[in-house]
């Protein structure tokens, strides 16, 4: 399922931190247009979609919709 995600902060395991619009902890990475890691000032603030791959009692895991 995919969720909109507003992204929080950036882990120090390299994933994106954000909350779906029902305030679940979503955890996943992201990729630029290049195929790199995207960098935490393009997404920090924006709502961006990701789909979630695994999901757990606490947090979700995946990856973000696209590229920036």
Known sequence: KTFDVLVESRTEQGYFQGRTTQNKIVYFSATDA?????SI????GRTVPVH????F???LRGEMVGTI
């Open 34 to 38: 290049a195929g790199s890691a995207a």
């Open 41 to 44: 000032e393009a997404l920090v």
């Open 52 to 55: 979630v791959s695994k999901s």
């Open 57 to 59: 009692p606490n947090v």
